[in-house]
C-alpha cells in the first residue's frame, strides 16, 4: 500500500492550548480521508499542519515518503479548496483556474488545453469569460475545484468546502465533488464538522476530540461501531443506556438499568459483572409495538411526542430510565386526521446485536 500523507505523532501547541495531540494517521494513496469533529476539536489546525500553513511542535509530515515540515506550502504539491472558495474577484473564471499554472511555469501553449480539461471535468464548459461575481455558489465552487485539481497536485486538501453553500446545493455537491474524485483518483483530506457529508464523500473518517484521533474506520465502522460515547452521539443520533452487569456469556453480556429492567448486547472484552457501563442504541434499529413482541430487549414507555418528516417519523418514548428515540420509515402515506397517538403505552423492541457497548471516555 502506498501512503501518500503520513501523521506520525504530530503535535502543535498555541501557548498553553494543545490544538493537535499526537496524531498519527496514514492516508493511503486515493483515499478520501474525513477530519471530522465539533468546533475547536484540532481539526482545522491539522489540515493547516498538512497544508504547511502550520509547523507542528514535534512530530513528523510526509507527503509521499518525504517528510515535508520545513517545506513551505507551495513546494508542497497540493491543491487547496477553502470554505469561502478565495477566488480572484478581478480574474475571469479561466484566469482563476490558469492561476496555479502560470505560477508553476507551464508552458503558456498547454494552458488553454489543461484549463479546458480542468473546466471539463466540473461541468464549467463554456463559462470561461466569466467573472466569480457572475457565477452562483455551486458554480464558484466548482472554479474552486478545477483550480485545486488543473495542477494535478499529488494531495487534495478541503478546508469545509461546502459550508457556504444552503442544504440542498451542499447534498448536490456532496455527490459530485465524491464522483469527481474517484474520476481523477487525487489522494484528498477534507475537513468537515458535518456528520453527513463525512459519511457521504469518505473512504475513511478520522473523528477528532480536544486535538486527539478517537476513533479511523470506515463510514459504516464508525457509524454502526462507535468505540466511545462522543463518536456515538456525535456520528448520528444514539439512545444512550446506563447500566450495571449482572451477567454475561458468549451469547450476550446483561445490563440492568436503574429502574431494574435489563438489556442484553453483543459481548465484549472488558466488562466484568458488577461493571457500570453505557451502553448505545441507534433509532432506526428500534421497533414500536403496542405490546412485548418476543424480541430480547424490550422497554414500555409513553409515547411523550411524534415529530413526522415526510420520509421518517421520529417518536419519543418516555421510560422509566431515559428517553428513547425511534426513527421508523414512511413506507405507506400517513392519514392527513390521524388521531394523535401521543399518550398512550408503546413498547420499545430491538435485537441484542443492536445494543452497542460503549467505552469509557479515553
Not at 96 to 124: H, I, K, Q, S, T
Request: include cysteine; glycine fraction near 8%; charged fraction near 20%.
Amino acid at each position: 500500500m502506498t501512503v501518500d500523507v503520513r501523521l506520525a505523532a504530530v503535535t502543535k501547541r498555541f501557548g498553553a492550548v494543545t490544538a493537535v495531540d499526537a496524531v498519527s494517521l496514514d492516508v493511503p494513496q486515493g483515499e478520501v480521508l474525513a477530519l471530522l469533529g465539533p468546533s475547536g476539536c484540532g481539526k482545522t489546525t491539522t489540515l493547516r499542519i498538512v497544508a504547511g500553513f502550520e509547523a507542528p511542535d514535534d512530530g513528523t509530515v510526509e507527503i509521499r515518503g518525504r517528510v515535508v515540515n520545513d517545506v513551505p506550502t507551495y513546494r508542497r504539491n497540493l491543491g487547496m479548496v477553502f470554505q469561502q472558495y478565495a477566488l480572484f474577484p478581478h480574474m475571469s473564471v479561466f484566469d482563476n483556474v490558469a492561476f496555479g499554472l502560470r505560477m508553476r511555469g507551464v508552458p503558456r501553449g498547454d494552458v488553454p488545453r489543461l484549463v479546458e480539461e480542468a473546466m471539463a471535468l466540473v461541468r464549467l464548459t463554456g463559462l470561461s469569460e466569466r467573472f466569480p461575481s457572475q457565477l452562483s455558489g455551486g458554480q464558484q465552487q466548482r472554479v474552486a475545484l478545477a483550480r485545486a485539481i488543473v495542477t494535478k497536485p499529488a494531495v487534495l486538501l478541503l478546508d469545509e468546502p461546502l459550508g457556504a453553500l444552503d442544504k440542498k446545493l451542499r447534498e448536490q455537491m456532496q455527490v459530485e465533488i465524491r464522483a469527481l474524485q474517484r474520476q481523477v483518483g487525487i489522494t484528498t483530506i477534507f475537513v468537515t464538522h458535518d456528520q453527513e457529508e463525512a459519511l457521504t464523500l469518505a473512504d475513511r473518517i478520522a473523528v477528532m476530540e480536544h486535538g486527539r484521533v478517537i476513533q479511523v474506520g470506515t463510514p459504516t465502522e464508525i457509524y454502526e461501531r462507535p468505540r466511545s460515547r462522543f463518536v456515538s452521539d456525535f456520528i448520528g443520533v444514539s439512545n444512550i443506556l446506563e447500566g450495571k452487569v449482572v451477567s454475561g456469556d458468549a451469547a450476550a453480556l446483561v445490563i440492568e438499568l436503574p429502574s431494574g429492567s435489563r438489556v442484553s448486547a453483543t459481548p465484549v472484552a472488558g466488562p466484568a459483572t458488577g461493571d457500570r457501563i453505557e451502553v448505545a442504541v441507534r433509532p432506526e434499529k428500534i421497533r414500536l409495538s403496542d405490546t412485548a413482541d418476543g424480541s430480547v430487549n424490550v422497554l414500555a414507555g409513553t409515547l411523550a411526542n411524534v415529530v413526522y418528516l415526510g420520509a421518517v417519523t421520529y417518536s419519543y418514548i418516555q421510560t422509566a430510565d431515559t428517553r428513547l428515540v425511534v426513527m421508523e420509515q414512511n413506507r405507506a402515506p400517513r392519514p392527513a386526521s390521524a388521531p394523535s397517538p401521543i399518550g398512550r403505552t408503546v413498547h420499545a423492541c430491538w435485537d441484542v446485536a443492536s445494543t452497542l457497548v460503549l467505552s469509557s471516555r479515553p
